[in-house]
């Protein structure tokens, strides 16, 4: 019997986690990139990013009817407030499309997606959003099955055959 877990239960343990691991680097190298986006978006996007200092901003709701002129029709998701003097506002819409405004004029700096420019296609990645058309719950019941399969693996593969190879397992 213990031939056969060897034999059969290795190579699924050893498989399934070498697929895992693989999964785990890519979120581990693109999560990696992204750690650093606070810091170096502004000098990558600086064109959006830094505009003239301002001492008096607009209000919000003509800085939203800005980028709505901008971007008609889309669906308001989010207001970025960056909170200095020299950094753009920002509106995303509901399809990621970002509309990036001077907040003492309201003037539209320039758009981008969400999922463009460096950062954007690192988030892209990380997020796997090119499996987009795969459902959540198939995605979370095979990372389930993946995790299953690995720790009952490894488990039926380091059971000892007897009480004093347990001991020595254990210790």
């Not at 239960?9 to 399934?16: A, K, Q």
């Amino acid at each position: 019997m213990r031939a056969l877990i060897r034999n059969v239960v290795l190579p699924v343990h050893r498989w399934t986690a070498l697929t895992a691991g693989l999964v785990v680097l890519w979120m581990a190298l693109t999560g990696l990139g992204l750690l650093f986006k606070a810091q170096l978006d502004p000098a990558v996007n600086r064109s959006l990013e830094t505009v003239a200092a301002c001492g008096a901003p607009r209000s919000l709701d003509e800085l939203v009817e800005g980028a709505r002129a901008a971007h008609p029709g889309g669906a308001l998701r989010l207001v970025g407030v960056e909170g200095s003097a020299t950094r753009s506002t920002w509106v995303r819409f509901a399809n990621g499309d970002t509309v990036y405004l001077d907040p003492c004029s309201g003037r539209v700096v320039g758009e981008l997606n969400k999922y463009r420019g460096v950062f954007g296609a690192l988030e892209y990645l990380h997020r796997l959003e090119f499996l987009s058309g795969a459902d959540h719950a198939v995605a979370g019941t095979v990372a389930l099955v993946f995790a299953l399969v690995i720790v009952a693996g490894g488990m039926a593969i380091w059971w000892p055959v007897s009480l004093r190879g347990l001991r020595w397992s254990v210790t």
